[in-house]
């Protein structure tokens, strides 16, 4: 194991291929709910090292551990008021470098959320900015001056809803917050925020980390104008980046975020993490209708980000047309760039849940995992997906999440994607902690899958994330290969990938009822095994049948 120093706190991951995380699999921890060491019922950083052996047996590359710094946790970690601090909830510096250590001895690469267009207001950098109008950091949050009538400078809105703006009574200015009103926006206009900032992740690439999640890439820099935003189509206020009951999704979003001024700090960012060769970093785009475009300028290039996801199928859309029409986009628009793609995460509804109404929820589960580790591009795990988790469903007065409280009872929050992972059947709060009570209550309907369960059994959702992910380190083509589209049914979705001499056809039946594919005459396929599921190749009519919810795979000779 590689520990850091106790001068400097460097360590060095093992050596390997710059390039690892093209075509990885991540696997994104929310430490609050992964495993609770000292009984307070919360998750900390000595749960996450204890379970590492459990992610090095599911075949993962690298984890995504989300904010774990200093916080008041109005927003559990995404309000950071210290940047280079572990928050004590979660453990010490010395936790995350063993964390760091033990996961690289089991091959494990370490990525970790960086929270960069905001900070908690209890930040020290907010407190001076707010003092006054004149002090060194007067300029590194967004103020500005009330209208005439007092009312904020613009119409832009706050996605967690209400006006994006807050006065403040020091300084007798409006001040940004694009999420929680406690949650100022930096001032990326300000090379010293710039520099600031980079010092910050420089400080964790010191620590030996592999790469970074970027939360909210996007939003980084706003109009220097603060114009107002116009309205959005009818068509484009059904975004999922915000669910139906926010007005938010009803203005088009040109001004207050995706400027072209973020693409040369982006630059600044790369610049450092080439300073480090094998780090990568991940960006989390919310661009509406835009959304594929500003992936391709933020990824595009190999001097801004590596890669980056979207809300594309974060979204209660299920069908073959919608993957089929997403990936000729992202193929058309994107070029050079690179995708991550997720199907869950911690602030969307679980899709086994969002998806279940095409079959139900174990059915789409253990299709989803077929088509999610068959795309082209690297992927995100989201903590208990492999186990088959449902949304939680929890009762108002258990919610934490202060978006689902403000939107309730329409839109319920981001608490039933992130109650605690269920470890063991038979223990106190599945296993997750030893104390009284969790932070978020265990879902009674997830005991049942809990992973000592589901460890031994070859039926079990687990077992099948197991197999795909060996049959996908298996196969060249599926981890980096290309991608191309077949002509199909309407409910199957069907591609082939290619890297150098190995081409895999990829077919996968959405529908409700068995379907048939017509394999092309030009091609000769041979059936592969090891995926988990069932098919059946008619050689003598050149077709596949698919039952509904199944998949093939075969060798094109």
Not at 260 to 275: C, G, I, Q, S
Not at 363 to 383: E, K, M, N
């Amino acid at each position: 194991m590689n520990m850091p120093s106790a001068e400097t706190g460097e360590t060095t991951a093992p050596k390997t291929d710059n390039n690892w995380w093209r075509g990885a699999v991540i696997y994104e921890i929310y430490p609050r709910s992964f495993q609770d060491t000292d009984g307070d019922g919360i998750g900390d950083l000595r749960g996450i090292t204890q379970r590492l052996r459990y992610l090095a047996d599911l075949g993962v590359d690298a984890i995504w551990v989300a904010p774990f710094f200093v916080s008041p946790m109005l927003d559990f970690g995404y309000d950071v008021s210290d940047y280079t601090a572990v928050d004590p909830m979660f453990g010490t510096i010395e936790d995350f470098d063993r964390l760091v250590a033990e996961a690289h001895g089991l091959g494990i690469k370490v990525m970790i959320d960086q929270v960069l267009s905001h900070s908690s207001d209890r930040h020290p950098w907010f407190a001076q900015s707010r003092a006054n109008r004149t002090n060194p950091k007067a300029d590194w949050y967004v103020w500005a001056d009330p209208k005439e009538d007092g009312t904020p400078p613009n119409n832009w809105l706050s996605i967690f809803g209400g006006p994006a703006w807050e006065w403040d009574t020091r300084r007798l200015q409006y001040y940004l917050h694009n999420f929680l009103v406690a949650q100022p926006d930096l001032n990326f206009h300000n090379p010293e925020v710039q520099d600031a900032i980079l010092d910050a992740v420089d400080f964790w690439l010191k620590r030996g980390v592999d790469g970074f999640r970027l939360d909210t890439v996007n939003f980084y820099v706003h109009s220097r104008g603060l114009e107002d935003n116009p309205p959005a189509s009818l068509a484009d206020r059904q975004s999922p980046e915000a669910p139906a009951v926010n007005p938010y999704n009803w203005q088009d979003h040109v001004h207050d975020k995706s400027q072209p001024e973020n693409l040369d700090f982006l630059r600044k960012l790369r610049a450092l993490l080439d300073t480090y060769p094998g780090q990568t970093s991940v960006g989390e785009i919310g661009d509406g209708p835009r959304s594929l475009t500003t992936m391709a300028a933020y990824t595009s290039g190999g001097d801004k980000l590596h890669m980056c996801y979207t809300f594309d199928f974060l979204s209660p859309i299920f069908t073959a047309g919608h993957f089929r029409e997403r990936i000729a986009a992202f193929e058309a628009i994107v070029e050079d760039g690179w995708p991550c793609w997720a199907f869950s995460n911690h602030d969307v509804t679980r899709h086994a849940s969002r998806w279940a109404a095409h079959g139900g929820a174990e059915r789409v589960a253990r299709l989803a995992a077929g088509i999610l580790l068959s795309l082209r591009g690297s992927v995100c795990l989201y903590q208990g997906e492999e186990l088959g988790l449902t949304e939680a469903t929890l009762r108002f007065e258990e919610l934490a999440d202060p978006y689902g409280i403000r939107f309730w009872p329409e839109y319920v929050g981001r608490d039933g994607a992130r109650t605690p992972m269920v470890w063991e059947s038979n223990a106190p709060n599945a296993g997750f902690s030893a104390g009284a009570r969790s932070w978020l209550p265990v879902s009674p309907d997830h005991v049942s899958k809990a992973a000592n369960s589901a460890a031994g059994n070859p039926a079990s959702m687990l077992s099948h994330y197991r197999r795909l992910l060996a049959f996908r380190r298996a196969h060249p083509a599926l981890k980096s290969g290309t991608i191309a589209l077949m002509d199909a049914p309407p409910e199957v979705l069907a591609f082939i990938r290619s890297q150098d001499d190995e081409r895999i056809l990829c077919v996968f039946n959405l529908g409700a009822l068995e379907s048939r594919f017509k394999i092309p005459e030009h091609l000769a396929v041979v059936p592969l095994d090891g995926h988990g599921f069932s098919s059946r190749l008619e050689s003598e009519v050149r077709a596949i049948d698919i039952p509904a919810g199944e998949a093939f795979f075969g060798l094109i000779a």
